[in-house]
């Protein structure tokens, strides 16, 4: 039986990006024992959660911002 072999259209290239240490420390402490193997993993896995949602390209206005601060400062916030 001869193994087929792995097509470059199947091939996954990888980038870098950087992340501040505290942020990577504490996804560190997120991924304790969850059996993630990275933090490269995670951030992978987050983002592609993020990106399955879709975008319905509005963003709140200065009007609906303001609203929703004069809303939390009256929260207390």
Known sequence: MRRA???DENRVEYGT???PMPLIEKVKKRIEGT???SVSAY???VLRQI???PF???LLDREEEEEIKRRLKSLGY
């Open 51 to 53: 990106l399955s949602y």
């Open 17 to 19: 990006i950087s992340l």
């Open 35 to 37: 059996g993630m193997n």
């Open 43 to 45: 951030v992978a896995f």
């Open 5 to 7: 072999k792995k097509s």
């Open 56 to 58: 319905k390209g509005k």
